[in-house]
T-cell receptor, first 115, second 113 residues
Framework: DAGVIQSPRHEVTEMGQEVTLRCKPI?????LFWYRQTMMRGLELLIY????????DSGMPEDRFSAKMPNASFSTLKIQPSEPRDSAVYFC?????????????FGNGTRLTVT | AQTVTQSQPEMSVQEAETVTLSCTYD???????LFWYKQPPSRQMILVIR??????QNATENRFSVNFQKAAKSFSLKISDSQLGDAAMYFC??????????FGEGTQLTVNP
């Protein structure tokens, strides 16, 4: 079991640039979550998918953020244009939805720094 | 909306001693799940322990155990025989079936040698 795989591990970019974060969930998991972690706001859910379909994107900060899940093994979170306040650690997590209390398995996160 | 509160931003414990981290939550649901996650400096989120609300028996995983008080909506984590490797940020979390995982603010645990 390779676990949830996120790339890149670190990303440094300039304000205004497009940023794409990538995630490969655990094989067989049918729910995928994107979280953002900052000192000020803690862990916030941005969006989650069940069976590749976005279920709740109410946590997405604004239109500059978008997420896709084209298939069961891949998801992206895109920020365009990026701003310094987007600097944070972004986590992807997956779980098995049919088991209601199944825990989320997290990737190692992507630390994004926007200058 | 469900909320999770961890009232201890920081805790410390001597190596080999026992420490208890507090967590309370607010919900109108009767069926839900509670978790403790550990985040060491490597920043990976690691599942420590899980509790189903319908189970009265407190969950235990080796040196980690919980005190689940459903009526009081309390879910504390006890770490026995603390080890240096237990030093981390600990997050309490809540979810209902098929829903999002809601996290508390976290408690930073320091283990002193």
């Amino acid at each position: 079991d390779a676990g949830v795989i996120q790339s890149p591990r670190h990303e440094v970019t300039e304000m205004g640039q497009e940023v794409t974060l990538r995630c490969k969930p655990i094989s067989g998991h049918n729910s995928l979550f994107w979280y953002r972690q900052t000192m000020m706001r803690g862990l916030e859910l941005l969006i989650y998918f069940n069976n590749n379909v976005p279920i709740d994107d109410s946590g997405m900060p604004e239109d500059r953020f978008s997420a896709k899940m084209p298939n069961a093994s891949f998801s992206t979170l895109k920020i365009q244009p990026s701003e310094p306040r987007d600097s944070a650690v972004y986590f992807c997590a997956s779980s098995v939805r049919r088991q209601g209390g199944s825990p989320l398995h997290f990737g190692n996160g992507t630390r994004l720094t926007v200058t | 909306a469900q909320t999770v509160t961890q009232s201890q931003p920081e805790m410390s414990v001597q190596e080999a001693e026992t420490v208890t981290l507090s967590c309370t939550y607010d919900t109108s649901e009767s069926d839900y799940y509670l978790f403790w996650y550990k985040q060491p400096p490597s920043r990976q989120m690691i599942l420590v322990i899980r509790q189903e609300a319908y189970k009265q028996q407190n969950a235990t995983e080796n040196r980690f155990s919980v005190n689940f008080q459903k009526a009081a909506k309390s879910f504390s984590l006890k770490i026995s025989d603390s080890q240096l490797g237990d030093a981390a940020m600990y997050f309490c979390a809540y979810k209902t079936s098929g829903s999002r995982l809601t996290f508390g603010e976290g408690t930073q645990l320091t283990v002193n040698p």
